[in-house]
């Protein structure tokens, strides 16, 4: 494939991964909005995320597997069709529940599109530094979305209305559709998974119960909330045990073998908390507490946005130069610093003292999505592809849930964001552990013992 036509194809692959990611932060912005005409309480709001997220989180694993057994590029383009029409059912939704389900539409198609488009992208650059660029330039877009989501999101429902946020998606997926029909090519892994339903089963279950506990918990009182967190915790363990015991599981246990893989996860989950606490909070704090306008308040998060853009493919550079502890650092410190300088955020705190600490969270955020995807792949085969990028894009999902989750089951904005500083030092620590010379090694074992064992296993992605 000539250069020209691998960007082209990287080009593709980032719309998808735009409209995935604009649903997010033009949800976010609207959220007061919608609120007010479904008349929907802080936890049906918290749902109205949430339920996008977790499916996306639950099925993605799900999607890779497919992709790799009856072609990514089919599995691609039905994604673009489902998340499209489930657009079109998110602006029609006549109230919570019914909005709540559309969204469900939509994030199973989204579940095929962003795991599936990385595993194109990998198996498209096949030169380790020129992947690692790609990358790069694919976290940036996460800055674009940011950058547009919440200003479009903002511009449609102060002149609209919020079901106009839904229409955006519409003709991006219907052009991505085309494109991906001219110019991608089709391709499979070289011996197909059987599927896994058992597995899927438990992990629906364990995503499902945690958030519900820890959403629904606060109400519905502590013996409900304890309930949920048991059932979850069997879960996990019944998962961990019927993997293990699978000959082509779901999600290979054996990677966690790895320490640079392990830690990409949990650096996933805990940035990504970071991200959705920070987006559901700014939202209400700007609109509801400060009186700003959807669009003004849109207009507050270009610093974030911004920032993501620039910082996203230099960390992807520094990746594919000097490896994944620089960025990774950097990306838990700034972290760490912006959520608690936001915990000691008032209603008369100066707007570009706010918007300064908002450039800081954009720098750690930017600098984390590089070295996630690149650090959980380094040194795996790439057989499974599909299933490898899942893996990255269901931790990060997971962690947007739970951290949508948590920050609106806190009665204080200012714990919820002492819990955004511990994120960071969460990805600090993690960091520093798994990318030295110990971790390194972990990989080239756990690598080795995939290349000769049995099952079949993940994939770069």
Same mark, same amino acid.
């Given at each position: 494939?000539?250069?020209?036509?691998?960007?082209?194809?990287?080009?593709?692959?980032?719309?998808?991964?735009?409209?995935?990611?604009?649903?997010?932060?033009?949800?976010?912005?609207?959220?007061?909005?919608?609120?007010?005409?479904?008349?929907?309480?802080?936890?049906?709001?918290?749902?109205?995320?949430?339920?996008?997220?977790?499916?996306?989180?639950?099925?993605?694993?799900?999607?890779?597997?497919?992709?790799?057994?009856?072609?990514?590029?089919?599995?691609?383009?039905?994604?673009?069709?489902?998340?499209?029409?489930?657009?079109?059912?998110?602006?029609?939704?006549?109230?919570?529940?019914?909005?709540?389900?559309?969204?469900?539409?939509?994030?199973?198609?989204?579940?095929?599109?962003?795991?599936?488009?990385?595993?194109?992208?990998?198996?498209?650059?096949?030169?380790?530094?020129?992947?690692?660029?790609?990358?790069?330039?694919?976290?940036?877009?996460?800055?674009?979305?940011?950058?547009?989501?919440?200003?479009?999101?903002?511009?449609?429902?102060?002149?609209?209305?919020?079901?106009?946020?839904?229409?955006?998606?519409?003709?991006?997926?219907?052009?991505?559709?085309?494109?991906?029909?001219?110019?991608?090519?089709?391709?499979?892994?070289?011996?197909?998974?059987?599927?896994?339903?058992?597995?899927?089963?438990?992990?629906?279950?364990?995503?499902?119960?945690?958030?519900?506990?820890?959403?629904?918990?606060?109400?519905?009182?502590?013996?409900?909330?304890?309930?949920?967190? &048991?059932?979850? =915790?069997? *879960?996990? %363990?019944? @998962?961990?045990?019927?993997? $293990?015991?699978? /000959?082509? #599981? !779901?999600?290979?246990?054996?990677?966690?073998?790895?320490?640079?893989?392990?830690?990409?996860?949990?650096?996933?989950?805990?940035?990504?908390?970071?991200?959705?606490?920070?987006?559901?909070?700014?939202?209400?704090?700007?609109?509801?507490?400060?009186?700003?306008?959807?669009?003004?308040?849109?207009?507050?998060?270009?610093?974030?946005?911004?920032?993501?853009?620039?910082?996203?493919?230099?960390?992807?550079?520094?990746?594919?130069?000097?490896?994944?502890?620089?960025?990774?650092?950097?990306?838990? &410190?700034?972290? =760490?610093? *912006?959520? %608690?300088? @936001?915990?000691?955020?008032? $209603?008369?705190? /100066?707007? #570009? !003292?706010?918007?300064?600490?908002?450039?800081?969270?954009?720098?750690?955020?930017?600098?984390?999505?590089?070295?996630?995807?690149?650090?959980?792949?380094?040194?795996?085969?790439?057989?499974?592809?599909?299933?490898?990028?899942?893996?990255?894009?269901?931790?990060?999902?997971?962690?947007?849930?739970?951290?949508?989750?948590?920050?609106?089951?806190?009665?204080?904005?200012?714990?919820?964001?002492?819990?955004?500083?511990?994120?960071?030092?969460?990805?600090?620590?993690?960091?520093?552990?798994?990318?030295?010379?110990? =971790?390194? *090694?972990? %990989?080239?074992?756990?690598?080795?013992? $995939?290349?000769?064992?049995?099952?079949?296993?993940?994939?770069?992605?």
């Amino acid at each position: 494939m000539t250069r020209r036509r691998r960007r082209l194809v990287l080009l593709i692959c980032c719309m998808s991964l735009l409209i995935v990611s604009l649903d997010n932060t033009i949800v976010n912005v609207a959220l007061p909005s919608l609120g007010h005409d479904l008349r929907a309480p802080i936890s049906g709001l918290q749902w109205t995320v949430d339920a996008y997220t977790l499916t996306l989180a639950s099925l993605l694993m799900l999607a890779g597997s497919t992709a790799d057994r009856i072609g990514r590029r089919r599995t691609f383009q039905t994604g673009l069709v489902v998340f499209t029409a489930g657009s079109l059912l998110c602006s029609l939704a006549p109230s919570l529940g019914w909005l709540v389900a559309a969204r469900i539409v939509q994030a199973v198609g989204g579940s095929m599109l962003n795991p599936v488009a990385m595993s194109i992208i990998t198996n498209t650059f096949t030169d380790r530094r020129e992947r690692a660029q790609a990358i790069g330039v694919w976290g940036g877009v996460t800055g674009i979305s940011m950058a547009l989501g919440p200003v479009v999101g903002g511009l449609l429902t102060d002149t609209v209305n919020w079901r106009a946020i839904f229409w955006i998606n519409v003709p991006i997926g219907l052009l991505a559709l085309f494109l991906t029909w001219r110019f991608v090519p089709e391709s499979k892994a070289p011996s197909a998974r059987r599927l896994d339903p058992a597995g899927q089963v438990l992990v629906i279950v364990l995503l499902g119960t945690l958030t519900y506990g820890i959403i629904e918990g606060p109400a519905a009182g502590p013996g409900v909330s304890a309930a949920c967190f &048991v059932v979850a =915790a069997a *879960a996990l %363990a019944a @998962l961990v045990v019927w993997e $293990l015991r699978r /000959p082509e #599981p !779901l999600i290979d246990m054996r990677f966690f073998r790895s320490a640079p893989f392990s830690g990409a996860a949990v650096m996933a989950v805990s940035g990504f908390a970071g991200l959705g606490a920070f987006l559901f909070l700014n939202t209400l704090y700007l609109q509801s507490h400060r009186g700003l306008s959807a669009l003004a308040a849109g207009l507050c998060t270009l610093p974030v946005a911004a920032i993501t853009t620039i910082v996203g493919p230099l960390s992807g550079r520094l990746v594919g130069n000097r490896g994944p502890r620089v960025p990774s650092v950097v990306a838990g &410190v700034c972290l =760490a610093v *912006a959520g %608690a300088l @936001l915990s000691q955020v008032t $209603l008369t705190t /100066p707007l #570009p !003292l706010l918007l300064g600490i908002y450039v800081i969270f954009g720098v750690g955020f930017g600098m984390l999505n590089p070295p996630i995807t690149n650090t959980a792949v380094s040194g795996m085969p790439l057989a499974q592809a599909g299933v490898a990028a899942a893996v990255a894009s269901t931790s990060r999902q997971v962690g947007q849930s739970l951290g949508v989750a948590i920050a609106g089951s806190m009665a204080s904005s200012a714990a919820a964001y002492r819990v955004n500083a511990l994120y960071g030092l969460i990805v600090l620590a993690v960091a520093l552990l798994t990318t030295g010379r110990w =971790a390194r *090694a972990t %990989a080239e074992r756990t690598a080795a013992r $995939l290349t000769e064992g049995p099952q079949v296993t993940l994939s770069q992605g």
